[in-house]
């Protein structure tokens, strides 16, 4: 069983900066596509940025384009997600989660396979 491990969430000022990290257990990043998605209360999940496993392309929704940055370091099983000019409306919980494999879509959260519990990231003067 694949276990995920989200770290890095905190409390920031707005335009402050962020870097959640995705730890993977027992299986090796290499299998996977990487996503990362946020909650907000009483909103739906959203998907908001995907690393491809075939070839590290990289997608961001509009909402963090320019501002958000993911990467993965296989030598450290690791996936990050870089968070710039964060703002109050990035307050929520983010995930991240894997697939095996890479789809048309990368934002739909049944699509993926393995998720972690969640970290809080609070944007706030």
């Known amino acids: 069983q694949v276990r995920l491990e989200e770290s890095g969430g905190d409390l920031v000022q707005p335009g402050g900066s962020l870097t959640l990290s995705c730890a993977v257990f027992d299986s090796l990043l290499d299998y996977y596509g990487i996503g990362w998605f946020r909650q907000a209360p009483g909103k739906d999940r959203e998907g908001i940025s995907y690393i491809r496993r075939s070839d590290g392309s990289t997608y961001y929704a509009d909402s963090v384009k320019g501002r958000f940055t993911i990467s993965r370091d296989r030598a450290k099983n690791t996936g990050y997600l870089q968070m710039t000019n964060l703002e109050p409306s990035d307050t929520a919980v983010y995930y991240c989660?894997?697939?095996?494999?890479?789809?048309?879509?990368?934002?739909?959260?049944?699509?993926?396979?393995?998720w972690g519990q969640g970290t809080q990231v609070t944007v706030s003067s």
């Open positions: 989660a894997t697939r095996f494999y890479d789809e048309a879509t990368w934002n739909e959260a049944d699509e993926y396979d393995y």
